[in-house]
């Protein structure tokens, strides 16, 4: 372990993440699997976000905020997987303290508008199921929605900036061995030298914002949602809307059940190689599952997956 005599008093300049395996013997299936996963989600979400561009009859604000959820994906998984991946080559775990602020930073930037994305996405279903008579009308401004997603990627971006601003200030004197494959905020907390108290504090405001009022409002949009299927008369016509929105509901449900689980428990309980679990749900089983979820499944997605590898038009 290295040090320096820093102006905020880190001692510690680099992190070793002990990674998902401790047995040798296990490296290269997990290098396989890691890297199987990441090519099967950039290639997953990268044919929806072809698929969405190139097919007109896709340039809807469904399909407009699934293209957004795309990159989010992407994103989400090559912060962390590529780096993983490089370690288990070289056989080397450590990484640079910068490093590892950079990984949590972008990491949680792009989990922070995956929040506001979802509840865009919710509330657009609602939309579309309670109020179908003015749908078009409210939704069919794309620069209005350009600024909206701006604007969430500037708020996300401000919240996480604070984090990592919050997190550089602590001291790191001590044990530098992170129980983890990639940096995060509770394993750091664990191994500050100095008070964490106010920065748990920060994390908790911030998901409160972030997370919680998201999930208000998502939670808010279904009711009314259920409401609304409950009084169709048609069991075709309440079967398909259920359909479409149970895709997003499930998405939902993995991506906040395991974020309350890997954030909202701080201080409680020691953590363990279960939160190495919650970590790949995160980077890895959420990207690789929302392609097929969301969009594999809808025929019109497919159609137009055919159309850009048979190099076809649409007639429409």
């Not at 395996?21 to 989600?41: I, W």
């Not at 561009?53 to 340039?59: A, C, I, Q, T």
């Amino acid at each position: 372990m290295e040090a320096e005599s820093g102006a905020n008093g880190t001692a510690v300049t680099e992190f070793i993440l002990l990674g998902l395996v401790d047995t040798p013997g296990l490296l290269p299936l997990v290098f396989v699997l890691f890297l199987f996963a990441y090519l099967l989600t950039v290639g997953g979400n990268l044919s929806i976000l072809a698929a969405i561009l190139v097919e007109p009859k896709l340039h809807t604000p469904m399909y407009f905020f699934l293209g957004n959820l795309s990159v989010l994906d992407i994103g989400c998984i090559t912060v962390t997987v590529p780096s993983m991946l490089s370690r288990l080559l070289s056989h080397k775990r450590a990484v640079p303290y910068g490093a590892c602020l950079t990984q949590l930073f972008f990491f949680h930037q792009l989990a922070g508008v995956d929040c506001f994305l979802l509840t865009a996405m919710a509330y657009d279903r609602f939309l579309a199921i309670c109020r179908p008579l003015t749908y078009s009308t409210r939704t069919n401004h794309y620069s209005v929605r350009d600024v909206n997603i701006t604007l969430r990627w500037a708020h996300s971006f401000s919240n996480f900036l604070t984090h990592t601003v919050a997190i550089s200030t602590l001291n790191f004197c001590g044990p530098n061995v992170i129980n983890h494959f990639y940096c995060d905020l509770p394993q750091l907390f664990q191994l500050s030298c100095s008070s964490t108290q106010l920065n748990e504090l920060l994390l908790f405001a911030v998901g409160f914002i972030m997370a919680g009022t998201p999930m208000a409002l998502i939670v808010t949009s279904y009711a009314h949602v259920a409401a609304a299927v409950l009084r169709i008369r048609s069991v075709e016509g309440r079967k398909k809307a259920f359909s479409t929105c149970g895709s997003h509901l499930t998405v939902v449900a993995i991506f906040y059940g395991s974020g309350v689980f890997n954030y909202m428990r701080l201080g409680s309980t020691k953590l363990s190689d279960k939160d190495k679990a919650v970590g790949i749900f995160n980077t890895v089983i959420n990207p690789m599952l929302n392609p097929v979820i969301y969009s594999l499944r809808n025929p019109d997605v497919q159609g137009a997956l055919w159309r850009v590898i048979t190099g076809k038009r649409s007639l429409t």
